[in-house]
């Protein structure tokens, strides 16, 4: 056999073992091995830093967690304790009291009104009373019509907007009241002002809008496939970003009638207490409502999680000295507790106390490698 046939079934066997070795090196490895196969991301501490308490390792745990769905929105006023203060009479406006955002008590005074049919009625007022009283005293049989016509003239008062103690106070002491006094229907918050000194105005025209902010709604969007999971009376929590860190309670009052047919949402009506008047109509907030249902989620300790340039990591214990940083996706759940919704699994061991200072650690690892 020549030289020439042998060398082709070697070369053959030669090019079988080197493509059977590519692809065994080629073979796709999970993101744990590799993280923990990269010499780079490994972060050394001393093992006594463990023994003395420095650093803590404790195990990823699945829970059961209440399902909840996140949504966002805006803060709005209840409408039904909203409130407009307008001229009943024609007039000018003589003097304005109240700006935007001024707290008022019902009853408050607002603006005043220069109005002659005012004053005009004022005079009915007079001469209707004076009459009514005159009958009275003297026994004449008109006196109880008179009266009923002096009682219309109170009505009359009351209608343009004087209240009992204007009437009261005109009733003493015989004399017309100058200027109509405008007033708060409501205690509330001042959210619009068309008031201005010198507007003339007619019946009818809006100068004052007032809310009533102890109570609002947080109106956020829910997606259509998430309608289903949602029913009245059910709890969330409201944050927003003008108070970090502070959670408002509400419920869910009720639904809009019809979708958004662009974004197919619906707005829902979450309502909750707002005594310290903190929530203001237009701030944007989040929310989380509570379906009702429960979920097995993988819950650490808050201070596991570090941010390690524009990553949150925790760091995974290989050994008691040996660490290596794991990019994750949290979720906070109050208190000192966060879901890990990607990058860890229930079991695996990381830092849960001192994970500060083995960020530091690799750091400079990182400045020494530089």
């Known amino acids: 056999m020549s030289k020439m046939s042998l060398d082709r079934p070697l070369a053959f066997v030669m090019a079988l073992l080197l493509t059977m070795v590519s692809m065994g090196c080629g073979k796709a490895k999970t993101p744990e091995q590799a993280e923990s196969e990269a010499p780079d ?3 050394h501490v001393p093992a006594s830093a463990v023994a003395t308490g420095e650093v803590r390792i404790d195990s990823a745990t699945l829970r059961p967690l209440a399902d909840t769905l996140a949504v966002s929105g805006e803060i709005q006023a209840n409408p039904l304790k909203v409130a407009h203060v307008s001229a009943r009479v024609s007039g000018t406006v003589q003097s304005v009291t109240a700006i935007a955002g001024d707290r008022v008590r019902r009853g408050q005074a ?9 004053l005009a009625a004022q005079s009915d007022f007079l001469l209707a009373h004076e009459r009514a009283d005159r009958a009275k005293a003297s026994g004449s049989p008109d006196a109880e019509a008179l009266q009923s016509i002096a009682h219309s ?6 209608v343009m907007g004087a209240n009992a103690a204007d009437v009261e106070t005109l009733h003493r002491n015989q ?15 001042i959210t619009e002002v068309e008031a201005a000194v010198g507007k003339q105005v007619i019946p009818g025209t809006d100068l004052f809008g007032i809310a009533n902010l102890s109570e609002v709604w947080a109106v956020v969007e829910a997606y259509e496939r998430d309608i289903g999971k949602l029913s009245v009376g059910q709890p969330a929590q409201i944050n927003t970003t003008a108070y970090p860190g502070r959670n408002f309670v509400g419920r869910l009052s009720s639904f809009e009638g019809a979708m958004d047919e662009a974004t197919r949402t619906l707005s829902v009506r979450l309502e909750t207490n707002n005594p310290e008047l903190a929530l203001k109509p237009g701030m944007f907030v989040s929310a989380r ?4 249902r429960t979920r097995q989620a993988v819950v650490i300790s808050e201070a596991a999680v570090q941010e390690l340039g524009d990553r949150k990591v925790v760091f995974v214990a290989l050994s008691d000295s040996q660490f290596v940083a794991r990019a994750v996706e949290v979720s906070p759940l ?37």
Not at 175 to 189: A, D, F, N
Not at 289 to 292: F, K, L, R
Not at 348 to 370: C, M, N
């Open 153 to 158: 003239s109170d009505r009359r008062m009351e």
């Open 110 to 118: 607002l603006a005043t009104l220069y109005s002659p049919e005012f």
């Open 334 to 370: 109050g208190g000192d507790l966060v879901e890990i919704k990607q990058g860890l699994r229930p079991g695996t061991r990381v830092a849960v106390h001192g994970a500060f200072l083995i960020k530091s650690q690799a750091l400079k690892s990182e400045l020494g490698e530089e």
């Open 41 to 43: 991301s490994l972060v």
């Open 289 to 292: 409502i509570a379906t009702g």
């Open 175 to 189: 004399e017309s009241i100058p200027y109509l006094v405008l007033r708060s229907s409501i205690t509330g918050v």
